[in-house]
């Protein structure tokens, strides 16, 4: 197992360094969800009531309601800003000489997802960090239950991630594909809004938010603060994100993916 274990510790100082030179991913990735919870939560307030649905037994604000949706964002985000990473590399060489390690391939990609989820879990309690200095708090124990939860999430995220990166063969390519997948998933999910604040506007735009992996990601996190598990969430974050997994899988495989598109002229 030495070797393994190496390639695990190796990849994951490199994603580490690399999170550390690059200081302005870090704030980025804490702007966004602030800007959210300060600004977009604060102008919400009064417009948007919320009823007592589980895991709340009273009625919450709306700024309280949104934190598991933007814990969710900073793994999406995260989760894609790693793949993006993985473009890169491919481009300039770094992937290619990884790759013809004698080790599995579906290793060293599940160790870069490894290491790049526990630096989105680090982002997250960052995040919760300062908005429990604008009030918005939760009990210990909800911190400590929510730990389990973030990593099956951001596994899912980053496996996504990891999928789309290997069917995208230039870096110019990358943001195109970024705004057709992240915003959908976002928007169209329960990160800002109520199942059933979404049923009042359009029955498929609720089944279409029920179905969103991402919906069940920030559900799996909003049950976890309240130390409650979601084992529907649990389990469909699970299925999601082992077929996006065995996709990047597939893709990375010399016999149909990179190498393979890479020979191809033009």
């Given at each position: 197992?030495?070797?393994w ?24 990735a804490?702007?966004?969800?602030m ?11 009064a ?6 649905t ?8 709306y ?10 964002m ?11 990473s ?16 004698p080790l599995?391939?579906?290793?060293l990609?599940?160790?870069?997802l490894?290491?790049?989820t ?20 939760f009990?210990w ?6 730990l389990p ?7 899912m ?15 110019e390519?990358?943001?195109?594909v ?22 009042e506007?359009?029955a ?16 799996l996190?909003?049950?976890a603060?309240?130390?409650?598990l ?16 065995g ?17 191809k002229?033009g």
């Amino acid at each position: 197992m030495t070797p393994w274990l190496a390639a695990l510790t190796a990849i994951t100082q490199r994603e580490a360094l690399r999170f550390i030179g690059q200081r302005g991913r870090f704030v980025a990735a804490l702007v966004r969800p602030m800007l959210w919870l300060v600004v977009f939560a604060a102008g919400f307030r009064a417009a948007l009531g919320l009823s007592i649905t589980p895991p709340y037994a009273t009625y919450t604000t709306y700024e309280v309601y949104i934190v598991p949706g933007l814990c969710g964002m900073i793994l999406l985000f995260n989760g894609m800003q790693s793949s993006l990473s993985m473009v890169y590399d491919r481009e300039m060489g770094s992937m290619r000489l990884l790759l013809t390690s004698p080790l599995p391939r579906w290793w060293l990609l599940v160790c870069r997802l490894l290491a790049s989820t526990a630096i989105s879990i680090l982002q997250v309690y960052v995040f919760l960090a300062l908005a429990a200095m604008f009030g918005i708090r939760f009990s210990w124990g909800g911190y400590a239950a929510l730990l389990p939860s973030l990593i099956p999430a951001g596994l899912m995220l980053g496996a996504l991630g990891l999928a789309l990166s290997s069917v995208i063969r230039q870096l110019e390519n990358f943001a195109g594909v970024m705004n057709f997948v992240i915003f959908p998933m976002f928007f169209l999910s329960t990160a800002l809004y109520p199942l059933w604040k979404m049923a009042e506007s359009s029955a498929l735009l609720r089944d279409i938010c029920a179905v969103n992996p991402f919906s069940q990601a920030v559900e799996l996190i909003r049950f976890a603060l309240y130390q409650q598990l979601n084992t529907a969430a649990l389990a469909w974050v699970l299925l999601s994100g082992l077929v996006w997994l065995g996709l990047a899988v597939w893709g990375y495989d010399p016999a149909r993916g990179l190498i393979r598109k890479a020979a191809k002229p033009g």
